[in-house]
């Protein structure tokens, strides 16, 4: 039902609404008979509830005025009153209109229970209600008077009430050790008691009043006390804690919650403020968070020393710790240095490097450093401490200090066996910081920390000769069988090849039988160092035996990557002069080498295999020895063919062989492909596929691929000078050219001798040497684009293309597989791969060529398929450049090329 409740008290309206609402119905509220009246007018509702003792019309009265009205005379009403005071108060609220009479407070069911009641009467339709005569009148009147003069009774009472409740809240005011005050809107002071008086240093209330209060809360809280006054303002309280300055100089921590003062409309008209002095709690507060700095400092450095067995990275993260978990603005650890009689700062991690510089200038000077708290504290063997680092005469550094925001700072002295052999200093941002409490927590800290130091110097000393030769400081056999097996882990995951070598010095026994054993020392001292010279990593040699040294070679690409490094390192070695007894001396030496995984899954069985090797090659008689003799022979072979390789270049005993590319849907030769060829006058020509790797292997490729391009670039300018019908010509480009920096540069110079040389040239890059690095590829390949020169991706398929980074690629061609091109006469499926490749090139704006055609069937499938052009044994295996010419070249040559296949048979 839609209900309208009439009452002026705002709790009974609360009270009544939350009972009805939960019943289900809809309420409109007026606070007295004239506004009820007002919202009848326009608002339809099924009932009435309403209080008696109302302001400017009654209940009595409201309940005429309904039952007068012409279309609400009907309306059922209910009476609900706390004046309800004998059973003839009930006949006078029924005589007067009323349908039902209930008394303060009533039970939701009764009340529901009423409505139904009224409600039901009211659909009954019920003869017109008629008002009684004078003697109702009067009655009325006579109920009315006594109700008002127990309503002044009650009101009397209120006001005594409210003397007393006044007198409690000004003795509350004047006596409260709490400052108690009200603040305006703008913030500006209406009342305050003496104890907020107190808090703010003022003299008397006077000196305040109506001040802005905003001026005294310290700066960086300002803004919050506005927005707790503009929400308190909105009828929201708030706590807040801030610091004011008082008028007399003094700072004080406040802990203020504010509330809303409410008019007599319910209107905010002030903050009440009830504020505590909360100082002396925030310096506890203050004490114990710098306490709890210090003991996290000092548990996470002690949980350091018993796991870091690192001198240099115990000093770093203790100083890390010092500054990320004890809150210190800087921290750094000296060692004193007794050979150069010099501090040495080993580690210090701060904010301000400046002043860090100017730290490690001072303690290098011989002149300041005795003057620094680091020297005297190490000296003296005593914690020195400074609280006030500005205005310390100790201080040499105060004013840079200062700058950088410290304030005070503590030397401790590292003391092993009583004497000081370094010292942890740390910066704080805060004034008179260290205190007695700190001062014994790290007094502790600086105890736990040398002996960290004592004990890390001997477990260094115990392991170095667990772990090392002394003679020479390489590793021993133990920690190179270690150092091999890890570098054997990383190479399995990664799926390279590793080396092992074994040395073995020539006529060591005659010449320490000779020379005697100090010069047998001072030889294989002076071998430990030529070796580590020329290796560059220590970690990758070790001296296994009397007069054995052992190396590995952590990524091994082929075998004559071994033997080169082999050759190249024992010619060194035995032209090297070693000098003993004032003479000089030429040391041989024998190698055995083993290779993982081939000769060995773990590194003590490449270990013995390497041993097997070398003693195969000391009684051979060869400088060096595989486990493998296959190998030895293979990387034999290598080096020969490699050897022959570099007498091809200077002899030009290379060639290009073109190949024809031909349009598939005219049959006219449109390009072709440069392929290199090496004329060995020994064996004739030699298939690529055995020359090609080593030219790649021993970074031959860059020479002879720029003699290609130079060689292409030539063969064009000459056909095109002599008026033939010219056609690009595709270069292929190895992976080691790509990536090589001067590759762009030699291109620039190639097409450099004549303008038209660009337009003769096509680039083809495999599809996986593109994809190793796109970012870097998609550079390249723009700035070469940029000259002229078309960009071909070749055997595209075989690897790993992302859509989005083909889409980015500046190409021009792309080339299909061989391998697609054989699979799509014998697989379905081959064929939709091929039509998706050729479709997917063709919505990139790409040229499509298949490579490998051999059989009609392929070429008419691919012309099915909308290829744009072909190459294969189909029309022509690559040809030398002077029957290329004059088969397709020629000048004014009639039909196409695929009339030449044709009548060629």
Known sequence: MNLLIVDDSPTNLKLLRAQL???GHAIFEAHDGVDALALLNHQRVDAVISDILMPRMDGYRFCQEIRRHERLHDLPIILYTATYTSPSDEKLALDMGADKYLKKPASLESLVAALHEVIAMSHAAPPPRRLQGVEVLRE????????????????????RDLAAREARLSAIFEHDPECIKLLAADGSLLEMNPAGLQMIEADSFQQVANRNLHFLVAEEYRNAFRELTASVFRGESGTLEFQITGLKGGRHWLKMHATPLPGERGEVTALLGITRNITERKKADDRIEYLNRVYAMLSGINTLIVRVRDRDELFMDACRIAV?????????????????????????????EELLSAIKDILSSSVEAPKTMIARAISEKKILVSNYLESDPRILLGKKYAKSGVRSMIVLPLIVSGEAVGALALYASEIEFFHEDELTLLTQLSCDIAFAIDHIEKQERLDYLAYYDVLTGLANRSLFIDRVTQYMRSAASSKRKLALYLFDLERFKNINDSLGQPAGDELLRQVGEWITCNAGDVNLLA???????AAVMPEVEQGGDVARVLDKSLKAFLNHPFRLNDCIYRIAAKVGVALFPD??????????????ALKNAKASGDRYLFHNRRMTESVAERLALENQLREAMDKEEFVLHYQPKVNLASGKLTSAEALIRWNDPRTGLVPPARFIPILEETGLIHEVGRWALRKVIEDYLRWRAAGMAVVRIAVNVSPLQLRNHDFIADIKQAISIDAHAAAGLELEIT????????KHSIASLQTIRAMGIRIAIDDFGTGFSSLSY?????????KIDRSFVHDMISEPEGTTLVSTIINLAHSLKLKVVAEGVETEEQSSLLRMLNCDEIQGYLFSKPVPSEIFETRFLEPNLEGSARDYVENSG
Do not use: W
Request: aromatic letters at 4%; hydrophobic letters at 40%.
């Open 21 to 23: 609402e939960s019943e």
């Open 140 to 159: 009325y009147s006579e109920v009315l008077v006594h109700k008002l003069e127990q309503k002044a009774l009650q009101l009397e009472q209120s006001n």
């Open 324 to 352: 990320e978990q004890g809150g210190f603005r800087m921290a750094m650890l000296c060692i004193v240095d007794r050979s150069a009689t010099k501090i040495v700062p080993l580690a210090s991690v701060g904010k301000d």
């Open 543 to 549: 001296r296994v035996g009397s007069n054995h040294f």
């Open 599 to 612: 000769d060995g899954a773990d590194a003590d069985t490449l270990f013995k295999h390497a041993e097997t």
């Open 767 to 774: 599809e996986s040497l593109i994809m190793e690095d796109v």
């Open 806 to 814: 083909l889409a980015k690629l500046p190409l021009d061609t792309l």
